[in-house]
């Protein structure tokens, strides 16, 4: 049987250890607070018993899936894995500290991915002796039911690296896109601008939130609205990620509208904090 080992039980964590073990991989689920692997584990058995009810899964099945999945505090029960994800806090120094680490721990050959959604997967192979085997995975949230895994081919990723990774993605009947290291890959780099635009919109005016998302959601059959998207994301995460772009790769084209720095001095987060560009 194969194992992976998925690091950082939070939102996107769990999601992932979710799929893995759904497609009969053993998973290590590893995180540094107690705390996050019980709520992980406790929204990985919720989000099962949802794929019962709604019949897309036999009811047999979440005790059998929950029992792959093996919560652990340490990085060392990465170890025996045939690919690793990395999925902790977008915090470069903490990935760069986590990638350092697993470079000693996890057998040669093990696919070193990481989750990030803007930093350089470049910059975190060059952390490892192997950088040929780091690669990004990027999943979307929600990760049990988006089709989408981003794959970013690093400076150093090897062919071989890439080529399972994309086996990987649609063993667990993913769909995967290959796409290469630069700030933003491809997703953030059309989501993010569509977004600040639609703030810049409502800063200037043109129209209420409320009115920029019917436009987007009537006139360009969005789902979803953009800035309601923001205070899904985050609103904070949002500016992150521009900044990011911003300065990796200088054009001014990515300046963060004024309007979203100051939400995010003020504390509207969007969802998490209660209030964004609407109330929750
Ligand atoms: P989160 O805050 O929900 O979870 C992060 C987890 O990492 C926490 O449980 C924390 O305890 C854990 N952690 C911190 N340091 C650790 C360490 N040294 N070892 C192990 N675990 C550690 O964050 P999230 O939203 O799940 O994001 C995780 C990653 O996924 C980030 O890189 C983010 O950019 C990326 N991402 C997020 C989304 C999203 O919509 N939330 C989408 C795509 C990608």
């Given at each position: 049987m194969s194992k992976a080992a998925v690091i950082g039980a939070g939102t996107m964590g769990n999601g992932i250890a979710h799929v893995f073990a759904q497609q009969g991989w053993e998973v290590a689920l590893i995180?540094?607070?107690?705390?996050?692997?019980?709520?992980?584990?406790?929204?990985?058995?919720?989000?099962?018993?949802?794929?019962?009810?709604?019949?897309?899964?036999?009811?047999?099945?979440?005790?059998?899936?929950?029992g792959r999945i093996q919560a652990d505090?340490?990085?060392?029960?990465?170890a025996g894995a045939e690919i690793?994800?990395?999925?902790?806090?977008?915090?470069?120094?903490?990935?760069?500290e986590i990638f350092r680490a697993l470079d000693g721990t996890c057998g040669s050959g093990t696919i070193l991915a990481s989750n990030t959604s803007s930093i350089s997967i470049t910059e975190i192979a060059a952390q490892t002796r192997c950088p040929e085997l780091v690669i990004g995975m990027?999943?979307?949230?929600?990760?049990?039911?988006?089709?989408l895994v981003e794959v970013i081919r690093g400076h150093a990723t090897s062919d071989a690296t890439v080529q399972q990774t994309l086996a990987v993605a649609r063993a667990l009947g993913k769909t995967p896109v290959e796409v290469?290291?630069?700030?933003?890959?491809?997703?953030n780099r059309v989501l993010l601008p569509m977004i600040n635009e639609a703030i810049f919109a409502v800063m200037e005016g043109v129209a209420t939130p409320e009115a920029v998302d019917t436009v987007m959601k009537l006139g360009m059959a969005h789902p979803m609205g953009p800035l309601a998207l923001a205070d899904f994301i985050g609103l904070d995460v949002c500016l992150a990620i521009l900044e990011v772009m911003h300065q990796g790769l200088g054009d001014p084209k990515y300046r963060p509208c004024p309007l979203?720095?100051?939400?995010v001095a003020?504390?509207?987060?969007?969802?998490?904090?209660?209030k964004g560009f609407y109330r929750y």
């Open positions: 995180d540094v607070s107690a705390e996050a692997l019980e709520k992980g584990l406790a929204t990985i058995r919720s989000n099962l018993d949802r794929q019962v009810k709604k019949g897309s899964l036999a009811a047999d099945q979440p005790a059998l899936i929950l505090r340490q990085l060392e029960a990465a690793v994800v990395e999925a902790a806090t977008e915090r470069p120094t903490l990935k760069f990027h999943f979307m949230n929600p990760v049990p039911v988006m089709q290469n290291d630069y700030p933003g890959f491809v997703a979203l720095r100051k939400m003020a504390g509207e987060l969007g969802r998490k904090s209660g």
